[in-house]
Structures are given as C-alpha cells and as structure tokens.
C-alpha cells in the first residue's frame, strides 16, 4: 500500500494479488489517480509529476505490463492530461464505488494515487493510537479553515481503507 506522509505520495494500494499464470479469464482493473494541480491552495502547492506517472502507468499496464491490461478496464483521474475524469473527491470517490460494483471474485484490481499526502488530527482520536488520521489530497482540496474539521475534501485513510474493503468484497 502506499505511504502516506507529510509532503506528497505516489504508490500502489493492489487490492487483490493474483499470478499471472492464474489470470485467464480474470479482469485486470486499474484506477489511475494523479492530482498536479491545486486551484483552491497556494500555487507553490501545484506538483510537476503526478500526471506523467499516471500516463506512464497507463502505458505499462497497457504495453509492458506481464499481464495486459486491456485499456477499457483503466481509469485515469488526471489534470494535464487525456483522462476519465478530474481528481476530485467526489470523481475519486465514485469510480472506487463503481470499481467495487464491477470488481468479481478473482479479478486483480490495482489502484495508484500521485499526488500530496499529509495527516490532519484524527476524526476519532480513540482509534488512532498516534492522534492523526493520513490523507490524501484531491485536487480540489481546500485550505483549512478550523483545525478541527479536517482538511477540505481530503480523503482521509479510514475513507480508502472502506473502499478497499468494498473492492474485497
């Protein structure tokens, strides 16, 4: 799974691992999200490679990858580039709904976040043991206006951890 830090990530999260040699009539699925820009923060906050990592994922999973995926099973949630969708939270959010509605027992699903990550105090401190939930950073994140609410449209990793789950599922 990716790491989360302060400053920025880029990892994979797979939801399902499965060798090659037992893939045949599986699906590969893969959600591709890259946040560059950041219109609603500070300029300096915009990144330089989230979207060239998306495009170049989708150009291995599709050419390089050890078991092709096929290009109508890859969604790109991406700025700056040919893509499904923007990253927002809500664009982000429904495609890992509709991913967990299409994914089936057996599929390989792969999932890529580029883009800032950070922590923020936790929504339910009694069950975070060091006080702060991680993030991820859509790019419609917003400045925080109250400590205490959370950052605007973050993804917060209870958040992830439940579409993970409903992918498993």
């Given at each position: ?51 060239n ?26 700025d ?36 800032h ?53």
């Amino acid at each position: 799974a990716a790491a989360l830090g302060a400053g920025g990530i880029a990892g994979v999260a797979p939801a399902f691992a499965q060798s090659a040699a037992g893939s045949v009539g599986k699906t590969h699925h893969a959600l591709l999200i890259a946040a560059t820009t950041y219109p609603n923060l500070p300029p300096k906050a915009s990144l330089v490679g989230p979207n060239n990592d998306a495009a170049l994922v989708r150009d291995f999973l599709t050419s390089n990858a050890p078991v092709r995926f096929q290009p109508a099973n890859i969604k790109v949630l991406a700025d700056g580039i040919p893509a499904d969708g923007a990253p927002t939270r809500e664009t982000i959010r429904a495609s890992l709904t509709e991913l967990a509605d299409k994914a089936k027992a057996g599929d390989f699903v792969y999932l890529h976040f580029s883009g800032h990550g950070t922590q923020q105090p936790a929504m339910d401190p009694s069950i975070e043991v060091d006080g702060l939930d991680e993030c991820f950073l859509p790019a419609d994140t917003g400045m925080w206006k109250d400590r205490s609410q959370g950052i605007p449209n973050a993804l917060i990793d209870k958040e992830i951890r439940d579409h993970l789950q409903a992918i498993r599922d």
